[in-house]
């Protein structure tokens, strides 16, 4: 212990040394000239690894080590907060096998359907600025998708899908034809165009068929529901829907590492891991139409348009950041109104489920994530206890792995009696407080 406290002080002093000279002062000054210093690039503060080397943990350690060989995993990212406070940030396995990188706690992951959450918190901001009601009407003249593009559709009940219908899956799809966000080459030759399609002309293809049922008479888990979600802030913002996200939620709570995720390996972000398929595994045709056959992992998904269904990429204590934005606790103070927080959760109001959150059970709220690649999980319970825990490995078992992620978290944390009093993101507070975010250009 007395190790982390030393530790946190010397970086802390250096945090400070580094983050007050002008490398991190976004005002940039002319010198009686046309020469412009170049911008600073804002990234998240990146918490090292080794700060987590505590006794305490190391039952989990354990637990999460016999997941990963049982489950053959490559490399996982672990967040960990109490009351608040981050406590615990550790890298696992590895980024990038074969150069055998192991994993630290800044490395980005895609988080797959986590980007619902993202995506839902967006609405709420975006609702408490005025700029939208979860009972508006999505399509229709009247709708906020209005556009030309829009307004011929087979199945007029299209016109009675508002913002919370998307919201709680309640929109009227299902994919008993399958996944209208994995099928590219059918809406393709649907619309009769060349591949790649976009988000909009996936929209034109499913209002071009009939509504499975009813909206808000029945739920089904919908990946182009949140796509659509995506469209709706992009429409009433004004804004491309991730600057608005990153902008308005992110940005102020100091992360400035999460973005929409490439689709091939040339586009992996810096930082980024590498993603692997469980074996034997397939190939599968390129959704841009010109690779031919690649993996489902690169090339297979089209990461741009899944957006605010499943594209983002972010860090675990990036993810933590957000996570205790939105948990309707004291501390630290939410980034969103008490109102919208209990919105998103409470079961009365909402009749299928909380908004963008999977699932409320045992006094925990859970969110998970799988995608070629990609497990993830995050959960926050009623006494304090929060973590998120990333893969960048897939898994034959899909959504499954969740309920074995928590599991094993619920496993390694039971142990734990004597929680640690410090918080590892006050490092942070020199450059990342209310003072200085409003000097960020966004």
């Known amino acids: 212990m007395k190790f982390i406290y030393k530790s946190l002080a010397a970086l802390s002093l250096t945090t400070t040394l580094w983050l007050g000279s002008s490398m991190v002062n976004p005002e940039m000054d002319t010198y009686g000239s046309d020469f412009i210093p170049p911008g600073t690039k804002m990234e998240s503060f990146h918490v090292p690894g080794y700060l987590s080397e505590n006794e305490e943990f190391a039952h989990l350690e354990k637990q999460i080590n016999r997941f990963m060989r049982r489950e053959v995993l490559k490399g996982a990212s672990l967040a960990i907060a109490k009351d608040g406070k981050l406590v615990y940030a550790k890298g696992f396995g590895y980024a990038d096998a074969e150069k055998q990188s192991p994993v630290e706690p800044h490395h980005l992951f895609r988080v797959a359907s986590i980007s619902k959450l993202v995506t839902a918190a967006g609405v709420m901001r975006l609702h408490e600025q005025g700029g939208i009601s979860l009972d508006d009407k999505v399509f229709g003249v009247n709708g906020i998708l209005n556009d030309s593009i829009y307004l011929s559709y087979r199945d ?20 008993r034809w399958g996944d209208q966000m994995f099928m590219p080459t059918i809406v393709a030759r649907s619309l009769n165009k060349a591949l790649p399609i976009s988000k909009s002309d ?3 293809f499913v209002l071009n068929k009939r509504l499975h ?28 829907y991730e600057k608005y996200i990153q902008t308005n939620l992110l940005y102020p709570l100091g992360i400035f590492d999460m973005q929409i995720g490439g689709s091939h390996m040339h586009e992996r972000a810096e930082l980024e891991v590498k993603y692997y398929e469980p074996t034997p595994t397939f190939y599968v045709a390129d959704y841009t139409g010109l690779e ?3 993996l489902r992992t690169y090339g297979g998904n089209d990461m741009h348009a899944l957006g605010a269904a499943g594209g983002w990429i972010a860090s675990s204590t990036d993810l933590m950041k957000l996570l205790l934005a939105i948990d309707g606790f004291e501390s630290p103070s939410d980034i969103l109104e008490e109102e919208s927080v209990t919105c998103m959760v409470d079961s009365k109001e909402n009749h299928y489920g909380p908004l963008g959150w999977r699932r409320i059970r045992s006094n925990t709220w859970y969110r998970t994530g799988t995608l070629a690649g990609t497990s993830a999980l995050m959960a926050r319970k009623d006494n304090g206890i929060s973590y998120v825990v990333l ?16 599991r094993t978290m619920d496993r390694g944390l039971k142990p734990i009696k004597n929680w640690p009093e410090y918080d590892l993101y006050e490092m942070d507070t020199n450059w990342a407080s209310t003072r200085r975010r409003p000097q960020v250009i966004y």
């Open 391 to 406: 893969f960048n490995t897939g898994s034959w078992k899909g959504p499954a792995l969740a309920n074995d992620i928590a």
């Open 156 to 175: 007029k009940r299209v016109e009675q899908i508002t913002v919370r219908h998307l919201m709680e899956h309640s929109g009227g799809w299902t994919t």
């Open 292 to 294: 031919g056959e690649v």
């Open 213 to 240: 049922f009813t909206p808000g008479q029945s739920s089904y888990y919908s990946n182009l529901g949140y796509m659509i979600l995506g469209e709706v802030i992009a429409k009433a913002s004004g804004m491309d």
């Open 202 to 204: 996936i929209i034109r």
